[in-house]
């Protein structure tokens, strides 16, 4: 082996502009206030004088930081050590990853380098060894060949050397070495032979049946999300929880910072001009209008540049403007497939495709497949993806007495709130009377939409909030299966059903309520037939 290799010199800049970061809300209340106040306090000079030291400091160290941080390709493991003081050192051994992925984190975008990130199945959330700082080239030379490793499986020896070593914590990947700032090209395929010579720990036999594997081959392009799709698709999400997030998030933080005296006139004048029920509707329409905006800047922040490819046996998720994320999985992995179509979408005839996957990430975001594509494509897309999944329509239904039970709740609601208005603003208010056959109608909506299907060891469940939730999952990936129901329910002949899921790092649920008891008892006796099967199998 070429031995220890280091991050790209970056590293130092990186880790001070991660300080500079941690800076960020302090010069924001500081410039608020000079604002506010028309004057520049003596006092800020020395904590602006000592937040530069901090940061130069920080560079300092980190110089020394970036040398004692190296990794290092084995024959059959990757070893990873830093630390100043307290010396870590961390290694993985090939056969243990379960994928490698590249991120682009905003400060890494702004560099101009790329995080490589390990992982090994029951590894930390955040990725077993994570290499922040890696020139693009690098980074793409040392995932295609940690991914080639990984799926030779254990080689020769490798047992042995884990019980040696079995007191260091383990850690990441193998290749051929490259001396800092060399260029690299792809690996040749007689290089992994040559790492497999008995001169490196290995036998002939391993060196021939090295030899003989293949390389692996080119990322291949499923599918892609060109501008003019991203931009219609961006027009067509509207996401009313996130927007109002985002909003209430400036609130707080304008509450913080601005001055009492900016806040009170602020509020002053909002009584004034703000009154009555055409204001409420102004309002209205323009937070609609707002949310409307917002949610297609963020999705064209978080999905600019989506694509979709197959690399060897597993797929890669690749999206995101300022953050740039990649999510690598193998799709026999993937516990359900989910369809959510917008009421707009659903009649422009488009959906959104995500998966929930088995992951030791911590992160609770699920991977969209595809963000925004034709309904009528979505078989196709499923065949060359996880051709396991296989969407059918819906066979059971809610009865027609499980309608009252769908309409109650928002219907008290919407009635309270047409009262109120109407007492405070006895003429204007009663066109909030209008609220009531729409939440009617929304409701009714979304029982004739609910349903479930059983079709071989397949399980779709179908339900509607603001947008239709069309789920599908394998007997084989349901943990628990339960069906109960209120007293009013179970006097109805109606159960409510739920699906456990594995998937993510702390599982996934579908559900569905107000199904007929029949049809309820014929999914559980389908789960539990198959379970008692696969055991009885098992026993044998």
Request: charged share 20%; aromatic share 8%.
């Amino acid at each position: 082996m070429n031995g220890p290799k280091r991050m790209s010199p970056l590293y130092i800049v990186f880790s001070m502009l991660k300080m500079v970061r941690t800076f960020i809300p302090l010069i924001i209340l500081f410039g608020v206030q000079i604002i506010a106040k028309g004057e520049f306090p003596p006092t800020i000079y020395w904590i602006l004088g000592g937040a530069l030291f901090l940061i130069l400091l920080s560079g300092a160290a980190e110089i020394v930081g970036w040398r004692r941080f190296t990794y290092e390709e084995e024959s059959d493991r990757i070893t990873i050590r830093r630390g100043l003081i307290q010396r870590k050192e961390k290694i993985i051994y090939y056969s243990r990853i379960h994928s490698v992925s590249q991120e682009q984190p905003l400060i890494q975008r702004l560099l101009g380098v790329v995080q490589i990130k390990i992982e090994t199945p029951g590894g930390s959330g955040e990725g077993d060894a994570v290499l922040p700082v890696l020139a693009s080239r690098e980074a793409e030379r040392l995932q295609r060949l940690l991914n080639e490793r990984s799926a030779r499986g254990p080689e020769v020896g490798e047992t042995g050397a884990a019980q040696q070593l079995s007191t260091v914590p383990s850690e990441y990947s193998a290749g051929e070495k490259l001396q800092s700032g060399e260029s690299v090209g792809p690996a040749e395929p007689h290089a992994s032979a040559k790492q497999a010579l008995p001169a490196e720990g290995g036998t002939a036999a391993q060196a021939s049946a090295a030899a003989e594997r293949p390389p692996i081959r080119e990322p291949e392009l499923l599918y892609r999300l060109g501008p003019g799709r991203l931009l219609l698709a961006a027009l067509t999400e509207l996401n009313f929880g996130l927007a109002a997030a985002f909003v209430a998030g400036i609130f707080s933080f304008a509450d913080d910072l601005l001055p009492d005296a900016w806040m009170n006139r602020l509020v002053t004048n909002a009584q004034v001009y703000l009154t009555g029920i055409k204001a409420l509707l102004l309002i209205g329409a323009v937070a609609l209008l707002a949310a409307w905006l917002l949610s297609l800047v963020l999705f064209i922040i978080k999905f600019a540049g989506f694509s979709l490819y197959r690399e060897g046996e597993r797929l890669s998720i690749r999206y995101g403007l300022l953050e740039r994320k990649q999510f690598l999985f193998n799709p026999a992995r993937v516990q359900a497939v989910t369809i959510r179509e917008g009421w707009l979408r659903q009649a422009l005839g488009y959906a959104h495709v995500e998966v929930n996957v088995v992951s030791s990430s911590s992160e609770k975001e699920t991977p969209a497949l595809h963000p925004f594509i034709p309904r009528s494509e979505i078989p196709n897309l499923l065949e060359h993806t996880i051709p396991q999944f296989v969407f059918t329509g819906v066979e059971f239904r809610p009865p027609r007495r499980a309608l009252f039970a769908y309409v109650r709740v928002s219907l008290i609601l919407t009635i309270i709130l047409a009262a109120v208005l109407i007492y405070f603003f006895p003429q204007t208010g009663l066109w909030s009377l209008l609220l009531i056959p729409i939440t009617v109608g929304l409701d009714y909506w979304s029982f004739r939409t609910s349903g479930a299907a059983l079709e071989n060891d397949r399980l779709t469940i179908v339900n509607r909030g603001i947008a239709k939730q069309t789920h599908c999952t394998l007997k084989r990936h349901i943990v628990a299966l339960q069906a109960g129901g209120s007293r009013w329910q179970r006097e109805g002949e109606m159960l409510n059903l739920r699906a456990h899921l594995m998937g993510g790092s702390g599982g996934s649920l579908i559900r569905i309520s107000r199904l007929q008891k029949s049809d309820v008892e014929r999914i559980y006796e389908w789960y539990r037939r198959e379970r008692k099967d696969e055991d009885t199998a098992k026993l044998k």
